[in-house]
């Protein structure tokens, strides 16, 4: 028996010689520009009818058109903001517009036109965020601020936020600004026996967006500690000059101190601002005088000049607060119903809200007799308002609101005179408003 050859050793394959190649590194580009673009902003309809004799039932809308752009840049952040908010008037006007730039979390650059931030109304002033359809006496309807919000200003400096591991988080702003200044309008009337009676306007204005002549600046402040994430305590300061180049130099200055703590479904927040004007009386004067120089360029020297101030602002000392206390709540048996069946998390807010203003040392009026300026009339007013309200959120940036309120100051002295939103006549002292709003964000 024949036994087979043994079989062939197997050839050997040529190992092919294998040349690793290092992976490219990833594209480094930055976002593209619409991608760090957000267009947002807020609307508000309120309805409003009260018990003034001249006051007829009225719808107002207010709307503010919101635009950021944020790019991460070589060294740090830049920002930009922008806002036009149109007023009850019909008004349009840029409410921000700034550049930042972040060289640490706890140093940011910021210039532009900003809100700026004494109290924290003023920088969170947006409708939709609020759970009463109107917004409070110190930041806009007797303003106790400087300017009524929204108060924005050009200007300058730096913000940052600073953790710590035992006390929570402390945030700081502060910025160098133009300056408030005095607004007027004059209007004269010559009587039959001679005298001249000249109505004064004077509204304080903020500063200018364009070439600012005036010499002096202004400078406002903030320090904001949030022990947690649910409480923030705050307090704020501003001071600048405010008279206009023709008159006496006089300083402003004011100070707030505000905050807000959460308590499971209870709420409480709250803004008290205080705002001296110096040398109130010296502006006064000032003012008159340069009514009757205005007279004698015009050849007419009249043995006795009135001159009437308007309401605007003008009072030695103005000292206001506002006090929130909220209670949110959804009850069980309407999670059913069209006010929770499509929502996450719908809510009604429960709000009561009590305010008061202080006007020391408000201008009235000032005499001439024999062509010298008597001591310029002035009172010391105050304002008070209580508000009950009932608010909706299906959404967090959509609330409907509904409210009560009463308005009330000195007896027999009409409202009209000490605030800019209730046209009574000279002995209506109270005004009781039924308010019904919408408010969006988007």
Same mark, same amino acid.
């Not at 028996?1 to 062939?8: D, G």
């Not at 409708?127 to 006496?137: A, C, V």
């Not at 502060?174 to 200044?181: D, E, F, I, K, L």
């Not at 607004?183 to 010559?190: G, H, I, N, P, Q």
């Given at each position: 028996?024949?036994?087979?050859?043994?079989?062939?050793p197997?050839?050997v394959?040529?190992v092919?010689?294998?040349?690793?190649?290092?992976?490219? =590194?990833? +594209?480094v580009?930055?976002?593209p520009? #619409?991608?760090?673009?957000k267009?947002g902003?807020y609307?508000?309809t309120?309805?409003?009818?009260?018990?003034?004799?001249?006051?007829?039932?009225?719808?107002?809308?207010l709307t503010?058109? @919101?635009?950021?752009?944020?790019? =991460?840049? @070589?060294?740090?952040?830049r920002?930009?903001?922008?806002?036009i908010?149109?007023?009850?008037?019909?008004?349009v006007?840029?409410? *921000?517009?700034?550049?930042?730039?972040?060289l640490?979390?706890?140093?940011r650059?910021?210039?532009?036109?900003?809100?700026v931030? #004494?109290?924290r109304?003023? &920088?969170?002033?947006d409708?939709?965020?609020?759970?009463?359809?109107?917004?409070?006496?110190v930041?806009?309807?007797?303003?106790?601020?400087p300017?009524?919000?929204a108060?924005?200003?050009?200007?300058?400096g730096?913000?940052?936020d600073i953790?710590?591991?035992?006390?929570?988080?402390?945030?700081y702003?502060?910025?160098?600004?133009?300056?408030?200044?005095l607004?007027?309008?004059?209007?004269?009337?010559?009587r039959?026996?001679?005298? +001249?009676?000249?109505?004064?306007? &004077?509204?304080?204005?903020?500063?200018?967006?364009n070439?600012?002549f005036?010499?002096d600046?202004?400078?406002?402040?903030?320090l904001?500690?949030?022990?947690?994430?649910e409480t923030?305590?705050?307090?704020?300061?501003?001071y600048?000059?405010?008279?206009?180049?023709?008159l006496p130099?006089e300083?402003?200055?004011?100070?707030g101190?505000?905050?807000? /703590?959460?308590?499971? =479904?209870?709420?409480v927040?709250?803004?008290? &601002?205080v705002?001296?004007?110096?040398? &109130?009386?010296?502006v006064?004067?000032?003012?008159?005088n /340069?009514v009757?120089?205005? *007279?004698?360029?015009?050849?007419? /020297?009249?043995?006795?000049?009135v001159?009437?101030?308007e +309401?605007?602002?003008?009072?030695?000392?103005k000292?206001?607060?506002?006090l929130d206390?909220r209670?949110?709540?959804?009850?069980?048996?309407?999670?059913n119903?069209?006010?929770?069946?499509?929502?996450?998390?719908? *809510?009604?807010?429960?709000?009561?809200?009590m305010?008061?203003?202080?006007?020391?040392?408000l201008v009235q009026?000032?005499?001439?007799?024999?062509?010298?300026?008597?001591?310029?009339?002035?009172?010391?007013?105050?304002?008070?308002?209580?508000?009950?309200?009932?608010?909706?959120?299906?959404?967090?940036?959509?609330?409907f609101?509904l409210a009560? @309120?009463?308005t009330?100051?000195?007896?027999?002295?009409s409202?009209?005179?000490v605030?800019?939103f209730? =046209?009574?006549q000279?002995?209506?002292?109270?005004?009781?408003?039924?308010?019904?709003?919408?408010?969006?964000?988007?």
């Open positions: 028996m024949t036994q087979a050859p043994p079989p062939l197997a050839a394959q040529p092919a010689q294998v040349t690793t190649v290092p992976a490219a =590194p990833p +594209l580009s930055r976002p520009w #619409l991608s760090d673009f267009l902003g609307g508000s309120r309805f409003e009818a009260n018990d003034l004799n001249k006051f007829s039932d009225t719808f107002t809308f503010e058109l @919101e635009v950021e752009r944020r790019q =991460p840049v @070589e060294g740090g952040l920002g930009f903001s922008q806002s908010e149109g007023s009850d008037k019909s008004e006007s840029l409410e *921000q517009a700034w550049m930042q730039f972040a640490a979390d706890w140093v650059f910021r210039a532009g036109m900003m809100l931030p #004494l109290g109304f003023n &920088i969170n002033h409708d939709n965020r609020w759970d009463l359809p109107r917004r409070s006496l930041d806009r309807g007797v303003p106790v601020l300017v009524k919000s108060w924005s200003e050009v200007g300058m730096f913000q940052g953790p710590t591991q035992r006390f929570g988080k402390f945030s702003q502060v910025y160098a600004m133009n300056r408030v200044t607004d007027s309008t004059l209007e004269t009337v010559a039959a026996s001679g005298e +001249l009676e000249t109505e004064v306007e &004077i509204q304080p204005r903020r500063g200018t967006a070439l600012d005036k010499r600046k202004a400078g406002v402040f903030r904001a500690w949030s022990p947690t994430l923030e305590i705050a307090t704020s300061v501003y600048g000059r405010y008279t206009p180049d023709f130099s300083a402003l200055w004011g100070v101190v505000d905050g807000k /703590a959460t308590f499971g =479904p209870f709420e927040e709250g803004e008290y &601002i705002t001296k004007y110096n040398g &109130i009386t010296r006064a004067r000032g003012f008159a /340069a009757l120089e205005r *007279q004698l360029e015009d050849g007419t /020297a009249p043995l006795n000049t001159v009437d101030f +309401l605007a602002g003008l009072a030695s000392t000292q206001g607060y506002w206390l209670y949110r709540f959804f009850p069980d048996f309407l999670r119903s069209i006010f929770g069946w499509k929502f996450d998390n719908p *809510q009604f807010i429960a709000t009561t809200r305010e008061q203003v202080w006007l020391d040392g009026q000032a005499d001439f007799t024999g062509g010298e300026l008597t001591t310029p009339t002035q009172e010391n007013r105050f304002v008070d308002r209580a508000t009950l309200g009932l608010a909706y959120r299906p959404v967090p940036l959509v609330v609101q009560f @309120e009463r009330w100051t000195n007896k027999n002295k409202l009209a005179a605030t800019n209730l =046209p009574a000279r002995t209506e002292d109270t005004a009781n408003a039924f308010l019904f709003g919408v408010a969006f964000g988007f």
